[in-house]
């Protein structure tokens, strides 16, 4: 290794620290970002304003360009969801049919119910929590189990494994692969299935560990969310993990009664059979070949039409919302205000760090981790999922992890994977699982959030939801990893 490759290496190292470090502090990463790139490309002694304004401004301008849509239609379909009494409906629904007996059954398959059908994380957190303390309160349940219940349902198999979930996670790998949310569809039922069987599995074994020794549902209290709204540090946290910008929850007027619950939960069918019906009959029945023309980007159908699919599904999610809730929501503009608002801060953030691999990506020791990690045993998969672990890791966020190893390894991926016949879905599918299972470590900013949200600590709660949401995961992604390239994608 030279001097030169030994300085890139030792840049990247301390622009990535410096980046982690001070967004733990509650800095912006709109700031620390393009501070870190400068940090990187100084050492690698690259021109520093060239990658400020070539390298890192193209590509997150481009990151936005092609998910800002995506941002925007999720943020304001959960905000209309919220502001309907939706989600409430279909979490008092779950109350009722399941029960304090089964307490925290109901809480998983609440969040789960929402989230697939395209609610934000955090609405579905401050909706899905008081539901949970009540029925936890009821059921004697100790409350330290309710982020890792909460954490269960709606941040782990409906964020990275089920097919056609519109998170914004399973829809970054889409233009690098040309797949759809859809991808290796039976492989991410498999994957769901592991992640929800040994979740409930820790779950009902701590429940009756703890009534064995008579612990009840215990002390403290959630933290108001007018409270969590106005905490500047954990929005700066929250705004890289996930896709809604938290300050926004109490903006806007809820509905004094809520719908039924099947008005409720039309949205949410509607948002998962347009996506459907699009990416799998209707769009690639269609001849896109007009999109190779310069006038329009010369890319391909199978580049865009996963991201129409979802953006079609959100937009006709939101027409059915208002279809059934116009008159019950008491401000619309205020409350469509605040979910596009919402989105606004999430995606800038995402794609400053996108921005921020870009710049590392292009410099000479660089290379030198890209083979580390392509040289990793057990071919493309074991390799891909290795890199978008540590990237969501050490970013804590599965989605800019995720789009800054995609950046920098896609395009080499896609070429080992046409070489040996593998399908780029498997390609797809074990990224986005491999993005949602170290991204969950302390520092990430929907756990310090949803601690917050549940009145709880992490040395109270932290080691549960280490269980359901990176334990149960990682064994999911080391089954789908062996049995895809054992057997590939179905």
């Known amino acids: 290794m030279s001097a030169s490759d030994l300085a890139g290496l030792l840049g990247i190292l301390l622009g990535l620290g410096l980046l982690i470090w001070f967004a733990l502090k509650g800095w912006s990463v709109l700031l620390l970002a393009p501070l870190a790139a400068v940090v990187a490309a100084l050492f690698a002694r690259e021109p520093l304003l060239a990658h400020v304004t070539q390298t890192f401004m193209r590509s997150a301008a481009g990151f936005f360009a092609q998910f800002f849509p995506l941002f925007l239609l999720g943020a304001l379909f959960g905000k209309l969801m919220e502001d309907s009494g939706s989600v409430t409906a279909i979490a008092d629904f779950m109350t009722r049919k399941l029960g304090a007996g089964r307490a925290i059954l109901a809480v998983v398959l609440g969040g789960a119910?929402?989230?697939?059908?395209?609610?934000?994380?955090?609405?579905?957190?401050?909706v899905i929590a008081p539901m949970a303390h009540n029925l936890f309160l009821s059921g004697r349940i100790p409350r330290r189990l309710m982020p890792a219940a909460i954490m269960l349902g709606t941040s782990t198999f409906t964020m990275s494994a089920m097919p056609g979930t519109p998170s914004i996670q399973n829809t970054i790998p889409m233009p690098f692969f040309g797949t759809t949310t859809f991808a290796a569809p039976g492989l991410g039922v498999l994957a769901s299935l592991i992640m929800l069987g040994f979740g409930l599995w820790w779950l009902r074994r701590e429940e009756v560990a703890a009534k064995a020794k008579g612990e009840g549902f215990g002390d403290g209290a959630p933290t108001p969310v007018d409270a969590l709204a106005k905490d500047e540090t954990l929005r700066e946290r929250a705004t890289t993990a996930r896709e809604f910008d938290p300050a926004e929850i109490v903006h806007g007027k809820a509905a004094s009664v809520p719908p039924s619950f099947g008005a409720a939960a039309a949205p949410i069918v509607v948002v998962i059979l347009v996506n459907l019906v699009l990416s799998l009959i209707v769009l690639p029945r269609l001849d896109l070949g007009f999109l190779t023309k310069p006038e329009w980007g010369g890319t391909s159908g199978s580049a865009v039409t996963g991201v129409w699919s979802v953006i079609t599904a959100l937009t006709c999610g939101i027409l059915m919302v208002l279809v059934l809730n116009f008159r019950?929501?008491?401000?619309?503009?205020l409350t469509m205000d605040a979910g596009v608002n919402a989105s606004v801060l999430p995606a800038v953030s995402v794609a400053s760090l996108v921005g921020f691999g870009a710049v590392v990506a292009a410099t000479q020791a660089f290379a030198m981790l890209r083979e580390a990690v392509l040289s990793i045993g057990g071919g493309p998969l074991a390799s891909l999922a290795v890199a978008t672990n540590i990237l969501a890791a050490l970013t804590g966020s599965a989605?800019?992890?995720l789009t800054i190893a995609l950046d920098a390894l896609a395009g080499t991926y896609l070429d080992r994977a046409r070489e040996i016949g593998m399908d780029p879905a498997l390609l797809h599918r074990v990224a986005v699982i491999g993005s949602g299972t170290l991204d969950s470590l302390p520092?990430?900013?929907?756990?310090?959030?949803?601690?917050?949200?549940?009145?709880?600590?992490?040395?109270?709660?932290?080691?549960d939801i280490f269980m359901v949401a990176i334990v149960g995961a990682i064994v999911a992604l080391v089954v789908v990893t062996v049995l895809g390239s054992l057997l590939g994608s179905f």
Do not use: K, Q, W
């Open 328 to 333: 019950r929501i008491p401000d619309l503009r």
């Open 443 to 463: 520092h990430n900013g929907a756990v310090v959030t949803l601690l917050s949200v549940c009145g709880a600590t992490h040395g109270e709660a932290y080691r």
């Open 113 to 126: 119910i929402v989230t697939y059908g395209g609610v934000s994380l955090f609405v579905a957190f401050f």
């Open 399 to 401: 989605s800019g992890g």
